[in-house]
């Protein structure tokens, strides 16, 4: 009698340019290379690079399969029998339906990378990822390097701030350099733990 497959998830996250769809896509060719059966998604909304691929800053990329939605990466699961590694770029765009489906995802047998960021622009927790690197298998959170000194960044911010809520998906919050800043704790401007501060 075969042992039964066990699911995993893995889930790669942090502030922009910090390089997690760089790992993402590292750990998909790795199981490429190991002959397994990969399905890699990226959300409709992220239409910088066009869509059906999903590509790094550095111009690394591979075919993807477009969805809107989290109850869409349930449905891919369940299409492919076979599937053992499902990679999901972008996570934080799929809501908060994306952590009951990455789950019962791996409860199917299936590891599932997921890749996205776990703090908004103006420095507070972006769910779901913060949620999913609670619950999750294994978590890795990188940095990126601030624009102004070099130092590991844990933050990014945006050049100019839009009138959408940074918690909310939006097409207007897709963006890279040209709209976006990394930065590390003493160039983060204007945290909102501080102006609480200042307001007491």
């Known amino acids: 009698m075969g042992r039964t497959r066990v699911g995993r998830v893995e889930v790669i996250s942090g502030p922009m340019f910090a390089g997690k769809t760089e790992e993402l896509l590292r750990r998909v060719r790795r199981a490429q290379v190991g002959g397994r059966h990969v399905e890699v998604l990226s959300h409709v909304l992220d239409t910088r690079r ?30 492919q029998p076979a599937l053992e590694l499902l990679a999901v770029d972008e996570g934080h765009f799929y809501g908060p339906d994306l952590l009951g489906a990455v789950m019962r995802t791996a409860d199917r047998g299936i590891l599932v990378v997921v890749a996205g960021l776990d703090v908004t622009f103006d420095a507070g927790p972006f769910e779901p990822m913060a949620s999913i690197a609670a619950l999750a298998d294994s978590a ?6 601030c624009s102004d000194c070099g130092a590991d960044a844990p933050f990014h ?9 940074p918690r909310e998906t939006t097409a207007a919050h897709v963006g890279g350099a040209e709209a976006y ?20």
């Open 157 to 165: 911010q945006r050049l100019a701030q839009p009138a959408a809520d």
């Open 50 to 79: 066009g869509t059906g691929t999903v590509s790094t800053h550095s111009g690394l990329s591979v075919p993807s399969r477009t969805v809107a939605d989290a109850a869409e990466i349930e449905q891919v699961a369940a299409e």
């Open 181 to 200: 800043r990394a930065a590390c704790r003493e160039h983060l401007a204007a945290p909102w733990w501080r102006a609480a501060e200042g307001a007491r």
């Open 140 to 145: 890795d959170r990188l940095t990126a390097v």
